[in-house]
């Protein structure tokens, strides 16, 4: 059942977990606490023009997508026992996709933390190795790479988030429960969700679908009407814990960013301000300063309300969070904001958000 309600909903994410190095059981991994949560967010301006182009079949996006579509199977050590041994280890499944003709391919952070080995099943029945170029637990994605011939690479075109608009068809495919090359379709639900990543930051502008996706589709992809990647399968809001219609994908446009980042330099950095929003409120009204960051060394306290950030205007806790994130680390702002009845402005250097 949902902890919170009104603004807050529990799903959770979309790993199945194998018990046991040859046991057979399996279970659906969640968060760790098992909950994360999924902010209502409103939509003040218009969607973009849909495309033109006419629109493809499900089978006609299938048979686009589906050589560029991979199983991944992940060994992790088991944890130790407080009554000894902890000498074994588990697997768990999810999905991925080939990014380019290099070998790098695109799937969950969740899904490969804490990996000692990767396996990657291609659509073939061949399967190749990996090791994992980098991750970006703020946006729960990962880069890892294959030593496969090109002949067996087939990378998917990444198409632009941005343009999607509300009941666009979207289709997924992925492994759910282990299920390979299985593919699902639906219509974006709903846009710019805000959704919460494995370290507690806020993954933005995330796209909601009623496309089925189920535990071992993380890390698969979710593509539009022309076949082109619009987003990476991540959670879905769920009671039962399979699928009940209401997915959440992380957008494409936030992947491209994040995984040139990770391809070049094995990390990603995020500009980091420094406080945390009262979620209560639907202004950008500041709960918590943190000690050491840049609101900190500013003068911002809790109670203040952000007004704007170089000149934009900030409604909502929402509005700052992107209005940081459009930035890079040692980007200086303009910062407006209203602590009582009175207003004031502050310029501020960005730093870069701690894991």
């Known amino acids: 059942m949902p902890r919170r309600l009104h603004k807050t909903q529990v799903v959770s994410l979309l790993a199945v977990a194998c018990l046991g190095a040859g046991g057979g059981a399996v279970a659906y991994a969640t968060l760790s606490d098992g909950n994360t949560v999924v902010k209502q967010v409103t939509v003040r301006q218009s969607e973009p023009i849909a495309s033109s182009s006419a629109p493809l079949s499900v089978n006609q996006i299938y048979r686009r997508a589906y050589r560029g579509v991979v199983e991944i199977t992940v060994t992790t050590p088991a944890a130790a026992s407080p009554f000894g041994g902890g000498s074994g280890s588990s697997k768990a499944q999810g999905s991925g996709w080939v990014y380019d003709s290099s070998g790098h391919i695109v799937t969950n952070d969740h899904v490969v933390d804490g990996a000692s080995s990767i396996s990657v099943l291609f659509w073939n029945g061949k399967t190749y190795s990996a090791t994992v170029v980098g991750t970006d637990k703020s946006t729960d994605l990962a880069v890892i790479k294959v030593n496969a011939p090109s002949a067996e690479l087939h990378p998917l075109s990444v198409g632009d988030s941005a343009a999607l608009q509300v009941g666009d068809g979207v289709v997924a495919i992925g492994s759910p429960f282990g299920l390979e090359e299985t593919v699902t379709s639906g219509i974006v639900s709903a846009l710019h969700r805000a959704i919460e990543a494995p370290n507690n930051f806020t993954i933005n502008d995330s796209i909601q679908t009623d496309a089925a996706i189920n535990h071992g589709n993380s890390g698969g992809p979710l593509l539009n009407s022309q076949g082109k990647v619009v987003g990476v399968n991540a959670q879905i809001r769920s009671d039962s814990g399979g699928n009940e219609g209401v997915g959440f994908a992380i957008p494409s446009n936030t992947v ?45 306290k809790a109670g203040d309300v952000v007004t704007a950030v170089d000149g934009a205007s900030i409604a909502s806790g929402d509005d700052l969070t992107r209005a940081i994130d459009s930035h890079k680390p040692g980007d200086t702002i303009s910062l407006k904001y209203r602590r009582g009845g009175s207003e004031h402005s502050v310029d501020l250097k960005l730093a870069t958000r701690p894991s």
């Open 256 to 300: 491209r960013l994040i995984a040139t980042q990770l391809i070049s330099t094995g990390k990603a950095v995020h500009a980091y301000l420094g406080v945390s929003i009262d979620s209560t409120a639907s202004t950008a009204k500041i709960a918590e300063v943190k000690p050491a960051t840049p609101a900190a060394q500013a003068g911002l």
